[in-house]
């Protein structure tokens, strides 16, 4: 199959298009024709050069969000069928979706929303999915509860707008001057243009913030925060103790779960909130998508196809 793949460690420069082995599969998964993948900029950033227990992964596959067509499942395989559109987000320590086919714990699969098309579904469920489980999972969002979002106008928090909005929150966003109005639209209550005005001279009192740019950011972020406030970030574990007996802070790693999926897409079908893609480039370009997304910060998504209109490789 063809295949993005990199070699050694490094940023998108690495990145080269080539052949690689279909992969094999394992108990349990599927075999997915990837139609779209989505990208995360940050990806080379993580720890994801060995596994878990320490063997490289090198070359390894990246992109983790696929949308395709069930082509093979392993023996043991009964609820997803060769045939199905699905999509989800696969284990980041296996080989990702930025090639021809990907071998999926088959439970990491849902059934792909039938409203969208597999680009919009390949940029839904790493983002969709970690904007569910900050603001429902962990912080546990009710109706009428403050929160902040940062990176408003990102891959998760623009997603993370639209199911705050969806819970009855009073949604308060920072995002860039060309970015106030899209995400004044996704459904934020208050945005604040971060260029212009110190988010924490505006915002008190929320019950809840999500950092998802880390640094300093997070750290003027406690502040806001109403003394058994929680600001969950999803960028770097902060200190445990938070600011001197005030608000608690929290980080987690998203973790595919189909039931959420599943909501997600019943929420995406009924119109009620959607995904944000920003462009769609052909697998081959993936060097330039990831150098784009790292540069640009794009709104929402940037997703690779990978089988073009035509039927063929995009
Ligand atoms: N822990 C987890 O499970 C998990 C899951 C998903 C993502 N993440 C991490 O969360 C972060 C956000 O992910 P994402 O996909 O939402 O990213 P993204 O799509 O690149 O969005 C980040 C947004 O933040 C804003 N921003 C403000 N200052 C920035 C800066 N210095 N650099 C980059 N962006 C800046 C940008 O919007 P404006 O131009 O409007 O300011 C940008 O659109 C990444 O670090 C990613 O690795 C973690």
Redesign the pocket.
Known sequence: MKAIRIHRQGGPEALVYEDAPIPALQPGDALVRVHAAGI????F??HIWETPEGRSRLPLIPSHEVSGVVVAVAPDVRDVEVGGAVYGLTDFFRDGGAAEYVAVRATDLAPKPRSLDHAGAAATP??A??AW?ALFDHARLMPGQRVLI?????????FAIQLARWRGAHVIG???A???DF?RKLGADEVID??ATPFETVVRDVDVVLD????T?RERSWSVLRQDGLLV???RPPPPEGVAGRARGL?????PRRTQLNEISRLIDAGIIRPIVEAVLPLQQAREAYER??RD?????LVLAVVGEDGGTG
């Open positions: 995360s900029p940050a990806e950033t993580w790493l983002s999915l970690t489980q940062h990176g408003a106008a990102g891959g998760v928090g623009s920072t995002a860039s060309r970015n106030v995400v971060h260029e998802t740019i880390g640094g950011i970030t999803i960028v980080f987690f790693t998203v973790e997304g790292i910060h794009p709104r929402g998504k």
